[in-house]
């Protein structure tokens, strides 16, 4: 999706979309001035249509108020000036070849460990083979390019009918969703919000309580995703990685998600699933990559 498609104020003057950003970052005139080694009255100025920002100027203030580098882009192009941040194709580019064979080395180095990576709508890019056998057996149609992890996971025919305790995870996901969202001002992601929250609860789960933890429940460390898989409760924990400093809109959009084991019994059954799936891909004569 090129920077012209996501913004919810695409076709909104600079002025609009400066306003609305440090509306959303609840930031006065006088606090972004002096952040962004300008003044009061010059931001008053733009934001009213009275004067016309550099493009320098626009990057400052976007540095301070953390809009997300696609945004960025948005603002700029409302400005009248370019984008300063490209944008290539995760699977095509060649200037993200050395990257991509990083990430999907990563993937496979961390088997039997569930990773995927996803975009910032939450389509998938890559996944290894654990995450790919937790999730064989969902609907099709949720399996289906571009396959979306929220839609995955909540929706009625996906993951929902496995989680246990599924009302505190799904609430766990909604929040996630809900932040990006305040982040980056996506309509896109409205829509996906909008529609996963709105899924009823899967037949089996309609009787468990709701998302709010409770006197009683206990995690030592982190909320653990509790998976039903072939007669066993996988416990798991999420870890999340991102790019630091990123220059190039798709990478700053990448987050890795690992999934790891929370008690021994999950570690040794993951163990199991990661042989089942090297069998059947020998089997195929599928080799996994170096």
Do not use: C, K
Not at 41 to 61: C, D, K, Q, V, W
Not at 263 to 270: K, P, V
């Amino acid at each position: 999706m090129r920077y012209n498609e996501w913004h919810v104020g695409r076709g909104q003057n600079v002025g609009s979309l400066l306003r609305e950003w440090r509306t959303r970052r609840r930031m006065s005139q006088l606090e972004l001035a002096s952040r962004a080694d300008s003044s009061a009255r010059h931001i008053s100025f733009i934001e009213t249509g009275r004067a016309s920002p550099s493009r320098n100027m626009l990057l400052r203030f976007a540095d301070q108020m953390d809009i997300p580098i696609r945004e960025r882009n948005v603002l700029l192009v409302a400005a009248g000036f370019a984008p300063h941040f490209p944008e290539s194709s995760f699977g095509e580019s060649d200037d993200l070849s050395v990257l991509r064979t990083e990430l999907r080395r990563l993937l496979v180095a961390y088997e039997p460990n569930p990773v995927l990576i996803h975009d910032a709508q939450y389509h998938l890019v890559e996944a290894n083979g654990a995450f790919h056998a937790l999730v064989a057996d969902v609907a099709d149609h949720l399996l289906a390019p571009p396959l979306n992890v929220m839609r995955l996971s909540l929706h009625p025919e996906g993951l929902a009918p496995r989680i246990r305790r599924y009302p505190v995870w799904r609430a766990h996901l909604l929040g996630r969703l809900r932040h990006r969202l305040t982040v980056s001002g996506s309509a896109p992601l409205r829509a996906l919000y909008d529609e996963v929250s709105g899924y009823p609860l899967p037949p089996g789960r309609r009787g468990e309580d709701s998302g709010t933890l409770v006197e009683g429940d206990f995690f030592p460390y982190a909320l653990p995703l509790l998976l039903e898989h072939e007669g066993q409760v996988l416990s798991l924990v999420s870890a999340l990685m991102t790019l630091s400093a990123p220059t190039e809109v798709t990478v700053s959009e990448l987050e890795v998600e690992t999934f790891l084991p929370a008690n021994a019994e999950t570690a040794e059954a993951l163990q199991a699933l990661r042989t089942e799936v090297t069998r059947t891909e020998a089997g195929r004569g599928i080799r996994s990559p170096s």
